[in-house]
């Protein structure tokens, strides 16, 4: 059975409230959202495996701190889209803005359009996967997880990185500190696969190459000095 | 020649010293290059790094110890001690929050990772907090069940690395605290050396084990007061706006930055001044950014008084806070409550002169021991080391971090009796007087015996 909720006639509140108290046995499976017009923290901090579809577009942070609802937004989304997700799914029909899955935790990112500057910064083990383009200083300090991308990466990707890995299609304008390009091994292949699939998108995972950390800044350095 | 105006015989070479001697100059120290400037010149030619340590600015900068209180007169009159009632509760998060934190004295404690400190020192911390009727606050690592379970109030912070945070412990905590600065590194992100990133720390901040870690200093997913009024909105949705939300700042630009935190729906302040500590930083930042304590809370009230805000937004002063007279100074100039961190590991047994054998076996002495990165810490406390860590013993910690802030409390109580106040919250910049010209332009009180405040004409 399918709810809705229409954010402008019964406001940000009632919805969250009403999602966030859904649980895990609940009947309500499913909801969708209409009017979001752009609002602010739209879907924040569920915790039920629960669908929500939001039907337009999003303000900042939209599916924040998510824990295992799946969210769907049919439209494009502001900054900070499934900011520190912990698990769950959150998909972008269109472009979503900067700092997407900025901090995640865990669960999976999925942009069908492109994604804006600073995409995965911070991120602790989220997965994304973007089928377009990403925006400049991308996966910066990134520390775990997945982030995928089909199309092309910005300046300074992975600046900074740890131990998250990066798989870009596409051109990388610029590789950002301590950022180099690694092997493609068979287990790399078999990830990418895996993740590509989740995604439900189609491409080649031979095609891609794989950045990581050249783990030089790891332990400080008077010799790095110009990169720290 | 040497022969002709001396005598046959050859001085003695002890007389020759001494004359020499009366007639050289001491030997004189620059005041420029002492000694301590030139062993730090010396250190970084040797070692090539800046200097890192814990704690806040060791330099002298105008404190509360450079004010009075005046205590009452003919135009006023004292309370009695220990018979007429003199309150020290305080409510913290009144502006937006469902669930304001109320506390029974005005003193809470500060942010502290776990990671910069052991566990058994958490919970010391917790414990002495709550027996105490106060909060006790995490830091950059995430919340750890032993301060959880042994904090009866617990303020969650919310920082720019966002490690271990998760809407579970968002959801448990009593506040959150959005980290946007502090005031040993006004503008700086943390930092904990590979030395103290135990396998615990580094799974709890998913880093690698071991790594020298700096921590971001911007936060990831919002820039400027526009942003962050949109983030506390997400905040308060995702905790259905029960918790009271504090912006912690440096002490920087204080009315601005109040002015700022109020109007992106803070619901308490914590502005800390340079005195305030830190786990780890350049030492260089430490002594070099941000301004005294002193010199914030005027300006911080200010702002909240031109909003109609004073009092509404709470306002908590932390920074070289050591006792009860320091409460109430902090509190007369208008903050609503204080914050203690140093204070706290001191009352728990840090730099306690116990352990001198081992502080000078590290090359330092009890009192001036500050390198709390190295996780080498004689008293357990800024450790991730087992056989270092259990040398605290987290009950009687936390029994001494109660007696400690029971009698700073006693002591606030007895300043403001003495001054006619039958709450520490009535005390007011009028009891107050300056000892020195810059703390009166700094408190924006009197210079003792005049009616001269600095700035504010005659």
């Known amino acids: 059975m399918m709810t809705t ?59 924040g701190m998510n824990k295992q609802a799946t969210i769907m937004v049919k439209g494009s989304a502001g900054p900070g889209v ?147 | 020649m040497t022969d002709q105006n001396h005598p046959q015989t050859e001085p003695k ?11 050289q100059t001491e030997p004189v120290q620059s005041a420029t290059f002492t000694k301590a400037v030139n062993a730090e010149i010396r250190r970084a030619a040797d070692m090539g790094i800046y200097d890192i340590r ?26 009695e001690g220990y018979r007429e009632k003199c309150a020290t509760n305080v409510t913290l998060g009144t502006r937006f929050a469902k669930n304001p934190i109320k506390l029974d004295i005005p003193i809470t404690i500060a942010g502290m990772s ?63 605290e959005v ?15 590979g030395q103290k990133i135990s396998d615990r720390v580094a799974d709890m901040r998913d880093l690698p084990a071991g790594i020298d870690q700096r921590s971001a200093c911007r936060h990831p997913d919002w820039t400027g007061p526009d942003d962050l009024e949109i983030k506390i909105l997400e905040l308060r949705e995702i905790t259905g706006w029960e918790k009271p939300i504090y912006i912690k700042v440096g002490g920087a630009r204080p009315y601005f930055d109040t002015a700022l935190a109020v109007k992106a729906g803070a619901d308490v302040v914590v502005l800390d001044g340079m005195q305030g500590g830190t786990a780890a930083t350049q030492d260089v930042f430490i002594e070099h950014v941000g301004i005294p304590t002193l010199a914030c809370i005027r300006p911080a009230v200010k702002a909240l008084q031109e909003l109609g805000m004073h009092r509404k937004v709470q306002l908590v002063v932390s920074g070289g806070i050591r006792n009860g007279a320091d409460v109430a100074k902090a509190l007369a100039l208008g903050a609503d409550a204080v914050s203690i961190g140093t204070a706290a590991l001191i009352a728990m047994g840090d730099n306690d002169p116990k352990w001198e054998d081992d502080y000078q076996k590290l090359g330092t002495t009890a009192g001036a021991y500050d390198d709390w990165h190295e996780g080498r810490d004689p008293a357990g406390i800024t450790t991730q080391d087992p056989e270092l860590a259990a040398r605290l013993d987290p009950l009687l910690a936390g029994k001494r971090l109660a007696n400690y802030l029971k009698v700073m409390t006693l002591e606030a109580q007895t300043i ?30 009197p210079l003792a015996g005049t009616d001269w405040i600095p700035g504010k004409g005659i």
């Open chain 1, 82 to 228: 499934a900011e520190n997700m912990t698990s769950g799914m959150v998909v972008v029909e269109g472009d979503a803005s900067q700092y997407a899955g900025a901090t995640g935790h865990g669960g999976t990112l999925v942009i069908r359009g492109n994604a804006a500057s600073r995409c995965g910064i911070s991120m602790k083990g989220i997965d994304i996967i973007v089928a377009g383009n990403i925006g400049h200083m991308s996966a910066f300090m990134a520390q775990k997880g997945n982030l995928v991308v089909l199309g092309d990466a910005g300046e300074a990707l992975g600046d900074s990185l740890y131990e998250a890995r990066l798989y870009v299609r596409g051109s990388v304008k610029s590789l950002g500190a301590d950022c180099i390009e690694k092997d493609m091994k068979d287990e790399h292949i078999k990830q990418l696969a895996e993740l590509l699939e989740r995604a439900d998108m189609d491409a080649d995972p031979a095609s891609f190459r794989r950045y990581g950390s050249a783990r030089q800044l790891y332990h400080f350095d008077v010799d790095n000095v110009s990169a720290y």
């Open chain 2, 13 to 23: 070479p002890e007389s020759h010293v001494e004359s020499r001697a009366k007639s």
């Open chain 2, 179 to 193: 980290v946007v600065g502090q005031g040993a590194k006004p503008g700086g992100g943390g930092m904990l050396l």
């Open chain 2, 416 to 445: 403001a009796r003495a001054c006619g106040k039958s709450h520490v919250h009535n005390l007011e910049p009028e009891d107050l007087c300056a000892l020195t010209i810059e703390a009166a332009a700094m408190a924006r009180v």
């Open chain 2, 114 to 176: 776990f990671g910069a400190l052991s566990g058994a020192a958490k919970e010391g911390l917790g414990r002495g907090a709550t027996a105490a009727g106060t909060s006790t606050t995490t830091g950059d690592g995430g919340m750890t069940e032993e301060e959880r379970g042994h904090s009866d109030k617990l303020v969650y912070q919310y920082l720019p690395s966002r490690y271990g945070m998760n809407p579970d412990d968002l959801r448990r905590a009593d506040a959150i």
């Open chain 1, 5 to 63: 909720i229409d954010l402008t006639e019964q406001g940000l509140r009632y919805l969250n409230e009403t999602l966030q108290q859904q649980s895990a046995g609940t009947n309500q499976q499913d909801w969708t959202i209409i009017n979001p017009r752009g609002s602010h923290a739209i879907a924040v901090g569920l915790d039920a495996p629960i669908q929500v579809t939001v039907n337009g577009s999003t303000g900042y942070y939209c599916g």
């Open chain 2, 54 to 79: 814990g704690g806040g600015a060791k330099r002298s900068v105008p404190h509360f110890d450079d004010l009075l209180f005046l205590g009452a007169s003919i135009s006023r009159y004292p309370l």
